[in-house]
């Protein structure tokens, strides 16, 4: 684990060069990865209500409760699914200091040695990836979105879906994905060397469990809202996605992104609404891919109500839309920075599927005539 306390190379600096390097930091700092941004609203507490300080997505947390009861899940299971999903982001939530829920139970190997010859070939005095600082918990936070695992999580490939959806599934006990690591620079496109390794994750999580099944879910929607860019990515050469803050980095438009400046405009701005047809599509395609494997787990595992269809209509909403309708509402009806309204429309979908869910069959005798 890098040591925050090991003497750094000093150099003098005319002032104005201070000053550029002060700019050019802050912006490095806010380099963050996201995927279905966080949103200007806080996490929800399922249980009491309070709502907390963290700012979370309404497609990670507040749809997949909806997503989770239309799909025959229990009150509890889908609220299981609907935290341990935002917490692959956020890694704790909970009131103030208080930690209330986590998934940091997992573990890090030790970092390469740049100076190896199979690594980098050379010392570098610039830590650029992981942040560890970041970090909630540097020893245990594995799906961190600062730390080593940050991209197989959250810039997932095709083959890092599948590898996420066997073992949350329970098919496999392991979980083999790969490290990311970059020195020389303050952000990962300008860093000197970047080097990956395949790793075996240590999450801490069961296989198989809801917990895992609901962090498959979140790195299979991120994988359509990071399309593009990993596209943009993987063209360039880069070993791994990541979004961008130019001026400090180039101009890749998939993957340009500031957190400390969220917008209707932006790359994930734009997944919602109208304005952007081909973006908000994305939102639209990852909901239904999202909500097929939750019907999938439901019928086959722990579901008590028959899974909806997309053709089911919602007597209690006004309109009667189908569920499909409905979902279709929930990204477009709104831009991003109405998180508010979605929230709003997201409880009383909830309270209209809680309503007409029909039993699932398969939980009760069968009656001979």
Known sequence: MPDPSTPQPTSRLHPAWLVLLAILLALA????????????????????????????STIHTDLTYVLALAAGFSVTDSITLQVWNQLVDSEQLGPGSTISYTNCSGAFYTPPNPVRPSVCGQYYAQVTWPRWDSMKDQERCATSRFGPYS???????????????????????????????????????????????????TTGVEPGSLEAFATYLHSLADAYSHQDCIAAMDSRGMPWATHTVPPLDPDIPECN????????????????????????????????????????????????????????????????PTL??????????????????????????????????????????????
């Open 324 to 369: 499909g309708e409905a979902l279709l509402a929930f990204v477009h009806n709104w831009d991003f920075d109405q998180p508010e309204e979605r929230r709003k429309y997201a409880d009383e979908l909830a309270a209209a599927i809680r309503i007409q869910r029909l039993p699932n069959r398969a939980f009760f005798p069968v009656v001979m005539k």
């Open 151 to 201: 991209p197989f999580f959250h810039f997932p490939r095709q083959t890092d879906v599948t590898a996420l959806h066997d073992w949350g599934w329970g098919l496999t006990d392991t979980l083999t994905g790969y490290e990311a690591y970059a020195w020389g620079g303050m952000t990962v496109m300008n860093a000197s060397c970047l080097f990956t390794r395949t790793a075996v994750i």
């Open 29 to 56: 700092g806010v380099t963050l990865v996201l995927a279905f941004a966080e949103e200007d609203i806080g996490f929800r507490d399922p249980y009491t209500g309070e709502e907390t300080d963290e700012e979370i």
């Open 257 to 320: 992104y500031n957190p400390n400046n969220p917008n209707n405009d932006d790359v994930h701005g734009q997944e919602f609404g109208t304005r952007y047809p081909e973006d908000s599509a994305r939102t639209d395609a990852a909901i239904q891919a999202v909500y097929a494997e939750l019907a999938a787990r439901s019928a086959q595992r722990e579901g008590l109500y028959a899974p909806m269809s997309m053709d089911t209509r919602l007597r209690r909403i006004p309109g009667t």
